[in-house]
């Protein structure tokens, strides 16, 4: 599954490196992989069955960066259309299900790691009859 719904959004000064992405309460998901896509890809991902999902682009798929080591820049452009999104790779089948996800974080020229608080972002694979 593909799951890109969530804006990247870095509120301090300093730009901030992504460390990992945790579920939050996962069942039977599996988290393959966490990438930023940089906005002028974020609008290819949402919600979408198969990886990485019906009519996304090879050109698309290779703008993706991968979590950890992803720098963001510190505040941007307000609107949410500008901003990079986090696309997640899941694995699951039908019942699978998540309650959040949390991001780990480091800002720049810091060594500890911060978490996130947990996102509003919930998913749950149902089984569309055909």
Request: glycine share 14%.
């Amino acid at each position: 599954m593909s799951f890109g719904m969530e804006t990247v959004r870095v509120t301090g000064d300093v730009p901030v490196e992504l460390v990992a992405v945790h579920l939050v309460e996962p069942q039977d998901f599996e988290l393959v992989q966490a990438y930023v896509a940089p906005e002028r890809v974020r609008g290819s991902f949402g919600g979408l069955t198969g990886w990485p999902g019906q009519g996304v682009s090879r050109q698309t798929l290779d703008a993706l960066q991968p979590i950890p080591g992803q720098c963001c820049p510190g505040p941007g452009p307000p609107e949410d259309e500008r901003r990079p999104g986090l696309v997640l790779h899941l694995r699951g089948a039908a019942g699978a299900r998540f309650e959040g996800f949390t991001v780990d974080y480091r800002l720049e020229g810091s060594d500890k790691v911060l978490r996130t608080d947990r996102s509003h972002q919930r998913m749950s694979v149902g089984d569309c009859g055909g």
